[in-house]
């Protein structure tokens, strides 16, 4: 029996018409930040501050991007902490 819990309308076999298409837009985002984000920033790169950027008036992006950035930065001191106290640097 599995207790799992889905939300948001999400489901254990969703239809792959509907996979498929939440993929596209996936992509088509990712493929349009990325060239945004590689023509205002150094060129050829694609930085960090270029995505927050290119955000920054869509509150929710904006503040999803945040959370995600400060989640980063706890992980990387945490993992500093372990290697040192494992370690010993």
């Known amino acids: 029996?599995?207790?799992?819990q889905y939300g948001f309308g999400?489901?254990?076999?969703?239809?792959?018409?509907?996979?498929?298409?939440?993929e596209d837009l996936v992509i088509e985002f990712i493929t349009e930040m990325?060239?945004?984000?590689?023509?205002?920033g150094r060129q050829g790169r694609v930085q960090v501050e270029d995505i927050v950027f290119l955000i920054r008036k869509d509150p929710?992006?904006?503040?999803?991007?945040k959370d995600l950035l400060t989640m980063n930065e706890e992980l990387k001191?945490?993992?500093?902490?372990?290697?040192?106290?494992?370690?010993g640097s």
């Open 1 to 4: 029996l599995n207790t799992a």
């Open 10 to 22: 999400d489901d254990q076999n969703p239809y792959t018409e509907s996979v498929d298409i939440l």
């Open 34 to 40: 990325t060239h945004k984000a590689m023509s205002i």
């Open 60 to 65: 929710r992006k904006f503040a999803r991007v």
């Open 77 to 87: 001191r945490a993992r500093k902490a372990f290697d040192e106290a494992n370690y």
